[in-house]
């Protein structure tokens, strides 16, 4: 059975992507039809049937997270703060850090010191590299043996970190990592 809500929500995500990465979208307003316009620029990897991206976009509106207006025969899409955030949390909730078929032979060691007035912001990084697969060497201590800088770089710049509170250290495999490998099952 077609599940209407899931519908709704992927072709949303699809469009706070497309916003997030073209920041402003143009499109020719000379017809009273212009949705078709958007349509046809919305260029997306599944098919949804057109009143549905209307409606998305509509939506959005409404929500306040998408800006629509006319200006000398052009509509601008853009996002708004709201709609940013919706993104980034959208953005966040993806990250994956991709496994490649070869090990590089180098660990990625996050080490972070987040002050307890944002304990919250520490929580959520705690929390989201414990699902990217990253195991605690301490307390404040995680490590991956997979690359994951632009994962942890948009993390980073979610939470507002800053170096001081932040470190990723890429070092070479070395006698300490032994049961280590053996957890993320990695040939020697």
């Known amino acids: 059975m077609f599940n209407f809500k899931r519908?709704?929500?992927?072709?949303?995500k699809e469009i706070f992507a497309w916003?997030?990465?073209?920041?402003?979208?143009?499109?020719?307003a000379t017809s009273p039809y212009f949705i078709i316009n958007i349509v046809k620029g919305f260029k997306?990897?599944?098919k949804y049937e057109k009143k549905k991206i209307y409606d998305a976009f509509y939506r959005l509106k409404k929500e306040g997270c998408v800006i629509i207006?006319?200006?000398n025969g052009q509509i601008y899409?853009?996002?708004?703060e709201k709609g940013k955030r919706k993104a980034g949390y959208l953005q966040i909730d993806n990250?994956?850090?991709?496994?490649?078929k070869t090990w590089d032979r180098k660990w990625r060691i996050a080490m972070f010191d987040i002050a307890q007035i944002k304990k919250l912001y520490r929580e959520i990084f705690r929390g989201k590299i414990k699902e990217l697969g990253?195991?605690?060497?301490?307390?404040?201590?995680?490590?991956?043996?997979?690359?994951?800088n632009k994962e942890i770089s948009i993390l980073k710049n979610f939470l507002g970190l800053s170096d001081k509170e932040l470190l990723l250290i890429t070092t070479e495999s070395a006698g300490?990592?032994?049961?280590f490998r053996k957890h993320f099952n990695l040939n020697t």
């Open 77 to 80: 899409i853009s996002l708004t």
């Open 95 to 100: 990250l994956k850090i991709k496994k490649p």
């Open 134 to 148: 990253f195991i605690p060497m301490q307390k404040s201590v995680w490590l991956c043996p997979f690359e994951c």
């Open 19 to 28: 916003l997030l990465l073209g920041g402003i979208i143009c499109i020719a």
């Open 7 to 12: 519908s709704r929500s992927e072709i949303s």
């Open 69 to 71: 207006k006319e200006r």
């Open 176 to 179: 300490w990592d032994e049961k």
């Open 44 to 46: 997306t990897t599944k």
